[in-house]
């Protein structure tokens, strides 16, 4: 009984949210790998195009929460994606015709793209901070939980209990759905195809018919798709503060990185790794260890390795350790 008390308790402070915080790290992770993959540079301002995309999808939910729409039981949030998914696309097409394309004509070096995109991220930060502002935004509705604690304490008869929220199950699913239907896209569908032969080799892409243009555009939809998402869940499952989507950034890459940035499973694995990382490190486990560890014998410590508030320190170590030992990633994907 201690033992399932024990795993009742990991499970509902480590492993859903672990789960949940992943899953919005892949999806993250998968739109940055996307853009490196096919257009060879890497875009700081991919957590920003999070933060914009979802700013959209905030306003938008409030304009349907006031007219009375919504979903019942589901977020309203899902009726405004698609708003915010056409806005960030269009901001990524548009950066993409009066920026980097002049690049690309240019031929200049990938550091130069990555200034570049510097300068997109603080435009956006500046966006979104005018119209919506800094501070916290709160827009989910519908039912907060599957099943409660204290439901959960009912039915299994423990001592401690497993919350699981709706908002972390939505994030799951949607997650696996989102991954599963891109995983599709670059295998089956002749667009998908074309952008893995533009990633591999872009000359013998160009020579076989492969229009780089309707690649680079796909690459920039998908992207602005995937980070509005990846922005809508983890707001939905915390809260919408712009700032915060600045700092994912370095989670981001650091799951993109230590999969193998370019390689969209090294993404996902990645993201997963780096998530149950942060949040392992940072739980305190004195609680825990108390069922476990024989009666007296209860640590005086919380038994915490670090603060959550140097979480992002996590992502921090294992991005310089991948890139001083292992620079290709897990999958191998290429060198930044």
Known sequence: ???????????????????????????????????????????FAHGDLMAFGTMVVVLATWGLQAMGVG????????????????????FTLLSDRWV???????????????????????LLNGIVRIVIGPDDQRFADGERFLFTVGDFRDWSGLDEGVAFRSTQALTIVAAVIAMAALFWFLQRTRMGKAMRAYSDEEDLALLSGV???????????????????????????????????FQLLLPIFASAILGGIGNPVGAVVGAYIVAFSEVMVTYAYRKFAGYLLPEGAMPEG????????????????ILVVVLLARPTGIFRGKVI
Request: no cysteine; charged share 10%; proline share 5%.
């Open 1 to 43: 009984m201690e033992i399932l008390n024990a795993l009742a308790l990991f499970t509902n402070f480590v492993g859903l949210p672990a789960l949940a915080y992943g899953s919005q790290l892949a999806l993250g992770a998968l739109g940055v790998t996307l853009i490196y993959a096919v257009l060879r540079f890497t875009f």
């Open 71 to 90: 979903l019942g039981p589901l977020p309203t949030a899902l009726l405004a994606l698609p708003a915010g998914i056409a806005a960030a696309a269009g």
């Open 100 to 122: 980097f394309a002049f690049y690309r004509r240019q031929k200049a070096k990938p550091v130069v793209f990555m200034i570049a995109s510097v300068g997109v991220m603080f």
């Open 211 to 245: 229009d780089p243009a309707k690649v680079v555009r796909t690459a920039w939809i998908l992207a602005a798709a995937l980070a509005t998402l990846a922005g809508v869940l983890y707001g939905l499952d915390k809260s919408f503060k712009p700032f915060t989507y």
């Open 302 to 317: 919380l038994l915490q390795l670090l603060s959550t508030d140097y979480k992002f320190a996590v992502s921090f170590v």
